[in-house]
């Protein structure tokens, strides 16, 4: 056996996609997310009215020059309070998004990794815990803790758990028993280095997906619990709160619901359509790597 | 006139950096009878190719130009409705993957029926008796239930044959083979191309064989076409192209095959105590009713400084050994002794001394580096954890790792999606032999790998090898690499040891009828080799089950009588070789003596 030839491989070498091209369709949703977390930072200098003070001007009056948004039926301004109210939702949702999806993951990962009777109890108690539905799992925390800020996160962030868990577990899955994995378990890795230093980073792109879908599905939640009294408390200008105060008289004065309910809807629609497109680039990417 | 005329033929993908051309100005013709064997590595047009002469214009496809007029039709001019007729009926195509081509929820039998009933008239009479003489015509017992199976039901070698089945149904003119035995074993592959052989023979079909592999190609074909990088570098005679090849790229591939007696320059004298002694390892998979015996006791010493191959089938546990003496796999019993102190079975209670001194290299370049790391960080982490170093160290142990496996330091930089195969096994190696190990084992390193790069991928490990003083457990399906670079092989079947000796005494004639078989199923690149002609019959999956008899007696061409299921059969010791059978050597001897004698006479 002699002489190594070049590989034809290697001289076609048919063009692989290289670097990262943003596309409109990551870019819109992003920019729009951009507006909203830069309300979350800057809203309150903005906002024309103390978002509490009542009687800014007549009770329900329709939109204007003065009250862009109108006012609610105490006279507070709808515009001002949107604003300030995207600080309280977004801080909410993200922290919770953030510890349920993280403690969720971290579980996930290394149950798959790890396999065996550990996986199979973890993944039992994530099916029970998944057979309660998501509202109802968090008023039950609720109602046992008390409606505070931190109780919501808190419940919000452990009805995140079980779903990423299962995500998380069967992104690592298969890639159990590379060589990479056999290798670090050969230069005696243990599986907290394995599952963080080596596993994660492929999967990263996954998690990233499923944050975001978890990220929109905490703005309904938390709007939702508000709407029903068991989330932000009044006076406290929450969109899910303003919607609820406002939807006795939505017939003869529709802006107090309205403009709070376009504020929920284009932020998750934005964040749904961001996860989407990161899923189709993350694909692309993950299938380069298996 | 030519069955098929291929001239100025042209095959363009677009891609994100603009077309690629797959395929440069390819022409050449066949005729009625003639088989075209096209060699190349991967990337070199080959599968572009076999579908551009059906006319077929793959998906992404920019650009088919050209001619291709077979028997009169110009098929890259013609409707799509009159393609359809040629199709199937008088161009047949066999993919590299039956698993893929078949339908998987779909009878056999059926499968082979719908492309009878899609070109002809038939009745379900006419059509079953097509079916049962398709079956007949690829050897598939008839009685049995085989047309009634399911794809996934068969064995892989079943499978190609109603993949084959199919492509005949329609008696067509001209059969497209691409890459049919490629995922097969080197003992189905032979009954394969044996099966390909008689059908030429009876029905005078033409046929372009595509394959990697110039032994297959030695074996099949009359006239070979070679390819390189999209284009036809060469053309001839079988016997022209293999002793007297004029392109260099020819030459270069046909000097990178191993043959059967090319060995490596012969190791030092191997003697002392054994590096590694693992005894009656035991090892199966699954629960109860399920199980499978992957390795059943069996022992394997590695001499300080040698290279073991171990070889067998797919599923004779050679790799499940392997990773049971790594750690990677817990055996159920039995002991290893690594360098003369008991080896835990559990990775966990092994020391960073133990660990530095035996490392892996493993089959799939695709899966071996870390996606998200780049070369340098997966060599240091690696590094730093087998031996405490500093960064700088550790910077400059990497990059001496890179250029010893004859990589560019640049490369530490890069994501392994940036490497070809043979790179990303390159630094593998490099990973391997961080740690100065004094046993790597080297789990099928070259099987994914195209021949040019085999070739010196396998001249790296043995220069490592010579350099350190490093052992070797190297495992492969492949007899002629393992022969290659071994100092003994080991043949295991089906989770036992059948046979092993020193490498050199293999050369003068296979003992054990397993070995034998898989001798005469190797493909010799050379179309004048003889070889006695050992088929087995497809496999049995008893791997599960425990039997008192020898362990091949169910498969064995030369089975002696009821001792062979009934009595386990004793070891033979012959001149630094010894094998598990009842025959002695020198019943042995005189059967294949005697077959080869006849063989020349008739």
């Not at chain 1, 609610?72 to 922290?95: E, H, K, M, N, P």
């Not at chain 1, 065996?116 to 998944?130: F, I, P, W």
Request: positive net charge; proline residues 6%; hydrophobic residues 45%.
């Amino acid at each position: 056996m002699t002489a190594p030839v070049a590989s034809a491989a290697e001289q076609v070498a048919l063009a692989k996609p290289e670097g990262r091209r943003w596309r409109w369709q990551v870019v819109v949703p992003a920019a729009v997310v951009a507006v909203y977390l830069l309300t979350g930072l800057v809203g309150g200098i903005l906002a024309p009215y103390s978002a509490t003070d009542f009687n800014t001007g007549a009770p329900l009056a329709t939109p204007s020059q003065a009250h862009l948004f109108g006012t609610d039926g105490f006279g507070r301004d709808v515009f001002s309070r949107v604003l300030v109210g995207a600080r309280t939702i977004l801080l909410l949702s993200l922290s919770a998004t953030l510890l349920g999806v993280g403690a969720g993951c971290a579980i996930g990962l290394m149950s798959g990794y790890r396999g065996g009777a550990l996986d199979e109890t973890v993944m039992r108690l994530v099916d029970v815990l998944l057979a309660l539905p998501g509202l109802l799992l968090a008023m039950l925390i609720l109602t046992s803790l008390g409606p505070s800020s931190l109780n919501l996160v808190l419940a919000i962030g452990f009805v995140f758990v079980p779903k990423s868990a299962r995500i998380a577990r069967s992104a690592v899955l298969p890639l159990r028993n590379a060589g990479y994995v056999e290798a670090a378990r050969l230069r005696g890795a243990g599986w907290p280095s394995i599952v963080f230093a080596e596993l994660l980073p492929i999967v990263l792109p996954q998690l990233v997906v499923e944050f975001c879908l978890r990220f929109a599905y905490a703005l309904l939640l938390i709007s939702s619990l508000g709407f029903l009294g068991f989330g932000v408390q009044p006076p406290t200008p929450d969109w899910g709160l303003m919607i609820s105060e406002a939807r006795n008289y939505v017939t003869i004065a529709p802006w107090p619901v309205l403009f709070p309910a376009l504020a929920i809807g284009i932020l998750v629609v934005a964040v749904n359509a961001l996860a989407d497109a990161l899923t189709s680039s993350g694909e692309r990417r993950v299938e380069q790597y298996l | 006139m030519a069955l098929l005329e291929v001239a100025h033929l042209n095959v363009g993908y677009a891609s994100v950096r603009g077309s690629v051309r797959a395929v440069r100005d390819v022409s050449f013709s066949l005729d009625r009878d003639e088989v075209l064997g096209v060699v190349g590595e991967s990337g070199s047009g080959k599968s572009t190719l076999a579908h551009a002469l059906m006319g077929y214009r793959m998906r992404g496809t920019s650009m088919l130009e050209g001619d291709v007029t077979f028997d009169g039709i110009p098929l890259l001019r013609s409707p799509a409705t009159e393609l359809r007729k040629i199709w199937g009926g008088r161009i047949a195509m066999v993919h590299q993957n039956p698993l893929a081509s078949l339908t998987p929820t779909m009878r056999v039998g059926e499968q082979i029926a719908e492309t009878i009933r899609q070109h002809r008239n038939a009745t379900a009479a006419e059509a079953r008796s097509a079916v049962a003489a398709c079956l007949r015509a690829v050897e598939l017992p008839e009685g049995s239930d085989i047309a009634r199976r399911y794809p996934h039901q068969l064995s892989g070698g079943q499978r190609q044959r109603i993949t084959i089945a199919i492509a005949l149904a329609l008696e067509p003119d001209l059969m497209i083979l691409d890459e049919p035995t490629t995922n097969l074993d080197a003992t189905t592959e032979a009954v394969i191309l044996d099966l390909l052989e008689d059908i030429r023979s009876r029905t005078r079909m033409a046929m372009v064989y595509i394959s990697h592999n110039l032994g297959v190609i030695a074996r099949v074909a009359t006239r070979v076409a070679v390819m390189y990088a999209g284009e036809i570098v060469e053309t001839g005679s079988v016997s022209q192209i293999y002793t007297a090849p004029v392109h260099s790229y020819t030459r270069a591939l046909l000097e990178s095959l191993p043959r059967p007696g090319n060995s490596k320059p012969k190791a030092a004298v191997l003697s002392g105590e054994p590096v590694l002694a693992a005894m009656s390892i035991r090892k199966s998979f699954g629960r109860r009713r399920a199980t499978v015996r992957a390795v059943r006791g069996v022992s394997l010493h590695v001499p300080r400084g040698a290279v073991v191959g171990l070889v067998g089938e797919s599923g004779s546990g050679k790799s499940t050994l392997l990773r049971c003496i790594a750690g990677l796999e817990r055996p159920e019993s039995g002991t290893i002794q690594y360098s003369g102190s008991d080896l835990p079975p559990n990775l966990a209670d092994r020391g960073k001394d133990m660990l530095r001194t035996m490392q892996m290299v493993f089959q799939d370049p695709e899966s071996t580096l870390n996606p998200s790391l780049s070369i340098g960080t997966s060599l240091r982490r690696h590094l730093i954890a087998l031996k405490a170093t500093d960064g700088v160290t550790a910077r400059r142990s990497v990059d001496e790792a890179l250029r010893r496996v004859r990589l560019d330091t640049a490369f530490r930089g890069r994501l392994p999606r940036e490497l070809s195969g043979g790179e990303k096994q390159r630094v593998a190696i490099a990973r391997a032999f961080l740690s100065a190990p004094d046993l790597v084992l080297c789990d099928e390193p070259l099987s994914s790998l195209d021949v040019s790069v085999q070739a010196a991928v396998c001249r790296l490990l043995l220069d490592l090898q010579r350099d350190y003083g490093t052992s070797y457990v190297f495992v492969s399906h492949d007899l002629a690499i393992v022969r290659y670079m071994s100092d003994r092989i080991v043949v295991m079947y089906l989770g036992e040891v059948v046979e092993e000796g020193d490498a050199e005494s293999f050369d003068r004639r296979p003992l054990h009828p397993y070995t034998e078989a898989l001798f005469s199923a190797t493909p010799i690149p050379d179309p004048e080799a003889a070889t006695a002609r050992v088929r087995l019959k497809s496999q049995i999956s008893d791997a599960d089950r425990e039997r008192p008899g020898c362990i091949f007696n169910a498969r064995c061409h030369r089975r002696k009588g009821a001792e062979c299921s009934e009595i386990a059969p004793p070891w033979r010791d012959t001149g630094g070789r010894r094998y598990r059978c009842h025959w002695s050597p020198a019943e042995l001897a005189a059967q294949q003596g005697n077959e080869a004698a006849s063989a020349a006479r008739g």
